[in-house]
């Protein structure tokens, strides 16, 4: 499995992460998408084009409007990269639960005792 850093580059901006968003329940015409940011549709097209050579969205033409949709294979290739990690994640946020329940004691002085 070979992934491009640019995928990691493109998710890593927020506008882009938003059309992933947008597109991802189905897809959506370039000028629709636009609208839902106060860019100029221009910015919004430089977005596309990079989700696009990312291989995270695709493209078709219909008319005169491209309409863009998410990749789901790309999507399945980056969860399965980032599978590892999350369960690396898991463990560690396992171990601090179980810490912090070690210290979460009755004995902990409450703010009216005197010390």
């Known amino acids: 499995m070979e992934l ?8 890593a901006d927020p506008t882009r992460r938003e059309i992933i968003q947008l597109v991802a329940p189905a897809p959506m015409a370039s000028g629709a998408i636009a609208t839902h940011f106060p860019t ?15 291989e995270l969205l695709s493209q078709r033409k219909k008319g005169r409007e491209m309409i863009y949709g998410l990749n789901p294979e790309k999507v399945r290739e980056i969860y ?3 599978k590892p990690l999350r369960k690396f994640w898991d463990e560690r946020a396992n171990t601090l639960e179980v810490l912090m329940q070690y210290y979460d004691t009755d004995d902990t002085p409450d703010e009216n005792s005197v010390l």
């Open 4 to 11: 491009r850093r640019d995928v990691f580059q493109a998710i």
């Open 40 to 54: 100029a549709r221009q910015t919004v097209s430089r977005h596309l084009r990079i989700l696009v050579e990312c």
């Open 80 to 82: 399965e990269f980032l």
